[in-house]
Structures are given as structure tokens and as C-alpha cells.
């Protein structure tokens, strides 16, 4: 499972024109679940997105989680960060799970986030969406399962 966390001044998302998310303060994550995810690789999705210190304390340190702050959070549906670009020019999304079961573990990390207490808004899955943020920073981490 891989998940882009951007940290973000607000964010929102809309199909078709019309906006069906949105958040202040917080964080926006993409999410890619690969095959071979499993509960495990949601725990540590989930633990990180909720619990990494990447808000500035009273010092100006980054200190403070999106819990810490009571801040949002945005989760998207992304399977391109699955691709494998490494041969050719066209990416490969073979490690991307099959729909049916990724848009299952991308509503169980939604209901996660929820269950831990945060604000939590989402996007569509599998929709052709446009994706609006103002990155706070920029501050953006790669969190990867696997690695």
C-alpha cells in the first residue's frame, strides 16, 4: 500500500463539477493499494497517516500530528502511485489491486481515520476527479507499506 500525505492549508475535490470534499487544515493523502495488501499494510497506513509529526509546535518544530492539531483529512483514491515506470514509457499498473477489492480497503482506511477520531473527508473512488490544494510548506511524504 502507498500513500502521498500532503500537508495542506485546505484542499477539496470535485466530480463533474461539482465539489463533493473538502477540508481546512490538515492533511491530503493519495492511496494506492497494491496486490498482496493486506490488514497489516492498513495498520501502518493508518498509523502513520494519523500519528506523523509533521506540524510545527510553539518552537517551530515539526512536532505535532494531524491529531495534535485537530486538523482534516482528504483521502483520495490514487492507483497510479502503483505504476511501475521503470521499463519503457508507458507505466505498468499491474501491482495495482483489481477494483473491486482495493475500493473495499480504501473505504475500510476511510473508516479507520474516522474510528481514530479524525475529521475525515474522501473522494470518489475510481471517478474522474480534480483534485484543488494549497500545500502548506510544501511538505509531502511518500509512505510505502512495503518498505
Known amino acids: 500500500m502507498k500513500a502521498l500525505l500532503q500537508r495542506v492549508a485546505k484542499a477539496a475535490v470535485e466530480v463533474e463539477g461539482k465539489t463533493i470534499a473538502q477540508i481546512n487544515k490538515g492533511v491530503l493523502v493519495f ?3 497494491e496486490k498482496g495488501d493486506e490488514g497489516k499494510d492498513l495498520d501502518f497506513i493508518v498509523r502513520k497517516i494519523t500519528s506523523l509529526r509533521i506540524f ?3 518552537n517551530g518544530k515539526m512536532n505535532l500530528s ?3 492539531i485537530s486538523g482534516d483529512v482528504l483521502v ?3 492507483f497510479t502511485l502503483a505504476a511501475d515506470c521503470r521499463k519503457g514509457n508507458r507505466p505498468s499498473f499491474d501491482s495495482a489491486e483489481e477494483p473491486s477489492k482495493a475500493e473495499a480497503m480504501y473505504l475500510r482506511a476511510v473508516e479507520r481515520l474516522k474510528n481514530g477520531g ?3 473527508s474522501h473522494g470518489e473512488f475510481a471517478a474522474d476527479m480534480q483534485v484543488f490544494l494549497i500545500n502548506d510548506g510544501p511538505v509531502t511524504f511518500i509512505l510505502d507499506s512495503k518498505r
Open 31 to 33: 492511496l494506492a493499494i
Open 56 to 58: 510545527y509546535d510553539e
Open 66 to 68: 494531524v491529531a495534535d
Open 76 to 78: 483520495v483514491s490514487q
Open 118 to 120: 479524525l475529521r475525515v
